[in-house]
């Protein structure tokens, strides 16, 4: 068991370019979630898959953002048409269904994106 | 809407010495948990300790202890015999069961000195 692992560590980007993130959960867990924390703030709810469904999305979530999780295993995260207000720190998590509390979220080191 | 404040500016701690990070929450809900994380320049959120909103006693995890007062909405942090190593922002986060997520406060930053 490798942890939670997330790729890109950091992205610097253009103004108005796609950007695609990729997570990579603990093997078992068949949640996943997405976070996005800005600079000086805790993380906020984006959303969360369990296997390859989508159950929720935060209003976070704006139409240019899309995340799929096509076979219950790895997800990707994608921001199109990126803003300078999308710089932040991307986190991904896992956890088991049912489980919650000490057995609960595991996340990854994120990746840190910056527009420019 | 569940609600994490953390107001404490940052904090200086001698090296060996204790420290008391402050967390209080406002959910209505009777059944959540509480977390506490930790979260070095490296960016991961590693997991500290965890308060289920029914335990009878305080939780404690090596060095963390966390002081669960549930009538007044707090679950400080209490770092024990600090370490280098400890210098980072510290986060107080929240899950009403059956959410799916959790909800976190901005953090307090701690910087140990030897």
């Known amino acids: 068991d490798t942890g939670v692992s997330q790729d890109p560590r950091h992205k610097i980007t253009k103004r108005g370019q796609n950007v695609t993130f990729r997570c990579d959960p603990i093997s078992e867990h068949n949640r996943l979630y997405w976070y996005r924390q800005t600079l000086g703030q805790g993380p906020e709810f984006l959303t969360y898959f369990q296997n390859e469904a989508q159950l929720e999305k935060s209003r976070l979530l704006s139409d240019r953002f899309s995340a799929e999780r096509p076979k219950g295993s790895f997800s990707t995260l994608e921001i199109q048409r990126t803003e300078q207000g999308d710089s932040a720190m991307y986190l991904c998590a896992s956890s088991l269904e049912g489980f919650t509390g000490i057995y609960g979220y595991t996340f990854g080191s994120g990746t840190r994106l910056t527009v420019v | 809407a569940q609600k994490i404040t953390q107001t404490q500016p940052g904090m200086f701690v001698q090296e060996k010495e204790a420290v008391t990070l402050d967390c209080t929450y406002d959910t209505s809900d009777p059944s959540y948990g509480l977390f506490w994380y930790k979260q070095p320049s490296s960016g991961e959120m590693i997991f500290l300790i965890y308060q289920g909103s029914y335990d009878q006693q305080n939780a404690t995890e090596g060095r963390y202890s966390l002081n669960f007062q549930k009538a007044r909405k707090s679950a400080n942090l209490v770092i024990s015999a600090s370490q280098l190593g400890d210098s980072a922002m510290y986060f107080c986060?929240?899950?009403?069961?059956?959410?799916?997520?959790?909800?976190f406060g901005k953090g307090n930053q701690v910087v140990v000195i030897p």
């Open positions: 986060a929240s899950e009403v069961y059956g959410n799916n997520r959790l909800a």
